[in-house]
């Protein structure tokens, strides 16, 4: 009787487990982004010889090869289609079958258009390649041969992964040598855009959608060497640059109340806003909480040179420069992204929470 007890029991525990695995499952991954999730868009065919990202010893922790990942091995959407069972999403302009996934974000993107920078004279300064707006078209284009004509009902059994966007919009006024204070006037539109974007894809029949706020790009190497300051008081208890952090804050703060507003707009898709600045924030004041040793020291880059072994000169992928021998312990890989390792516990961060509102996982 107890044996027979026991196997109702576990018969019962095994449904109800595969009632939950079931209960969340997707048909597919959809990303669109820039260097933060771009998985070879820029490196279909092979790396420009141009591109220190497509050099090695970029790629070498789990591909063992430069990929067009910006990063030592995987980025968060791999982390999040492995988690589902679907394959790491593939580059969309790599062509194929795309109906288990494809990652539209390519390297240098910006949410604003080319019309954008030209308006404000900065034509020069950005390789505008494949904003928002376009990464848009280019995933309009591979519908037809993921979903037919029930487009609406795949579209809504499947993970959207929409940003970080922004990183780039404001990298290119910021680098070169705009006030902060203009910069700072660009957040509206900027914000206002990938809103836009956004309200496109739940139009077409996207639900279940993650939307990354930005970075602190205060706490990166290539901000904190390049504007570095002696003044004590301009860098928080972190040692990131307050004002370049405040930017940041600014732009997510903008994100999450537009967030909530199309969510009330339409209420029957899932809007979830994934905050990367408070992780990754968190990961430079305390890494060992996350499993690493060091915050804003950088794995690939010019050893032993400045704060943050980081030259700009001597970027990752340029001569000069070295990657370490444990990319596992480190938070930043290149001085502007992150490690396999980093990305790693930032994709469990918004599966489970706290750093996803709501979390992926329900």
């Known amino acids: 009787m107890a044996a027979t007890m026991r196997a109702a029991v576990l018969a019962v525990a095994a449904a109800m487990c595969a009632h939950a695995v079931a209960a969340q499952r997707y048909n597919a991954i959809y990303s669109f982004g820039d260097s933060i999730s771009d998985t070879g868009n820029l490196c279909v065919g092979g790396c420009p010889s141009w591109l220190t990202t497509g050099q090695p010893p970029y790629g070498k922790t789990f591909f063992g090869r430069p990929t067009g990942r910006c990063s030592d091995g995987r980025v968060v959407v791999d982390f999040l289609a492995e988690h589902f069972g679907l394959p790491l999403p593939p580059a969309s302009k790599a062509g194929g079958d795309f109906k288990k996934g494809a990652n539209m974000a390519i390297i240098g993107a910006t949410s604003m258009d080319a019309a954008f920078f030209k308006s404000i004279g900065l034509s020069d300064k950005i390789w505008n390649n494949g904003p928002l707006d376009t990464q848009i ?171 943050y072994n980081y030259n700009n000169k001597a970027r990752c992928g340029m001569a000069g420069s070295s990657a370490c021998s444990d990319p596992a312990n480190y938070l930043i890989w290149d001085g502007i992204h992150l490690t396999e390792a980093a990305y790693r516990s930032i994709a469990d961060g918004w599966l489970n929470g706290p750093y996803c509102n709501p979390p992926i996982l329900h």
Not at 141 to 147: D, G, S, T
Not at 164 to 185: H, K, Q
């Open 137 to 307: 078209q280019w995933f309009r284009q591979l519908l037809p041969n993921v979903c037919g004509r029930d487009c609406r009902s795949y579209l809504s059994k499947s993970l959207f992964v929409v940003g970080e966007f922004g990183g780039n919009d404001y990298n290119a006024p910021l680098f070169a040598g705009r006030s902060m204070s203009e910069v700072r006037d660009y957040v509206p539109q900027v914000v206002s855009k990938i809103i836009r974007g956004l309200e496109t894809l739940v139009r077409m029949g996207a639900v279940d959608v993650v939307v990354p706020g930005v970075l602190p790009i205060g706490c990166f190497p290539i901000y904190l060497t390049l504007y570095g300051t002696s003044n004590g008081a301009d860098y928080d208890r972190n040692g990131c640059l307050r004002s370049y952090n405040s930017l940041s804050s600014y732009h997510n703060t903008l994100l999450k109340r537009s967030l909530s507003n199309l969510q009330k707009t339409y209420p029957h898709a899932r809007i979830m806003y994934a905050d990367f600045y408070s992780q990754v924030t968190a990961m430079v004041r305390s890494p060992q909480n996350f499993g690493l040793k060091y915050g804003l020291t950088v794995c690939c880059g010019a050893g032993g040179q400045g704060k």
